[in-house]
């Protein structure tokens, strides 16, 4: 599962473990984006506050676990030099969670199309947006012969790996929120775990002014 994680938050989370249970996944890796492509050097804060937020956050899963190898490679983070090495490195079977918004943007990524000979994607949903749109990204961007299975609740090609799609949990979270909130002196409470929270006001992250008592 990756992303920049710009504060990890309870929609990632719960997200992670309906797949992991759905898929019977024996351990989900978070992996975030050191310097992610699309995002300039100002719109993020340093990998070392996301990484530490990320370790507070899947703290006491025996099932989650970090990984920082785009934070060791030099560079830009593509998700294609990411899953090349990681199918080298640990020889299994590699899903790769995203939302929906996150996987319809797959064609800005670098190499995008050799993404669906490396990995299966597990797309779930995201609030406001149709799996209609999946459909029409994967056939016209993709392969036209991407169709739709009912038996395994995917798009299956002949060729290609599977793209499973997944109703989750829809909680209506996102990072932009969460900074928004806390760059306007909202409360963030109940956004993300409490341990994550904590971290923030202490750090003085996403903070545009001082709150009293960070609530």
């Not at 599962?1 to 473990?17: D, I, K, S, W």
């Not at 983070?77 to 640990?90: C, D, F, P, R």
């Amino acid at each position: 599962m990756g992303g920049t994680f710009n504060p990890v938050h309870l929609g990632h989370l719960r997200a992670a473990e309906e797949v992991a249970e759905s898929f019977e996944l024996m351990r989900v890796i978070f992996m975030p984006a050191a310097k992610p492509p699309h995002k300039g050097d100002g719109e993020i804060i340093p990998f070392i506050h996301r990484w530490r937020m990320l370790e507070l956050a899947v703290g006491g899963n025996l099932r989650f676990e970090l990984s920082d190898l785009e934070n060791q490679r030099p560079g830009k983070s593509y998700s294609v030099e990411t899953l090349a090495q990681l199918n080298g490195e640990l020889g299994e079977e590699l899903y790769f969670v995203l939302g929906l918004d996150a996987f319809l943007e797959l064609p800005t990524w670098k190499r995008y199309r050799d993404l669906f000979s490396l990995c299966h994607f597990v797309v779930v949903t995201r609030p406001g947006y149709s799996s209609t749109a999946l459909n029409s990204m994967l056939r016209t961007q993709v392969s036209e012969r991407y169709s739709f299975d009912t038996k395994v609740r995917g798009f299956v090609h002949p060729r290609f790996t599977t793209v499973y799609y997944r109703e989750v949990t829809l909680l209506d979270i996102s990072s932009s929120r969460i900074r928004g909130f806390l760059a306007s002196g909202r409360s963030v409470r109940y956004l993300l775990p409490e341990k994550v929270e904590a971290y923030i006001y202490q750090q003085g992250l996403y903070q545009s002014r001082k709150m009293n008592g960070g609530q």
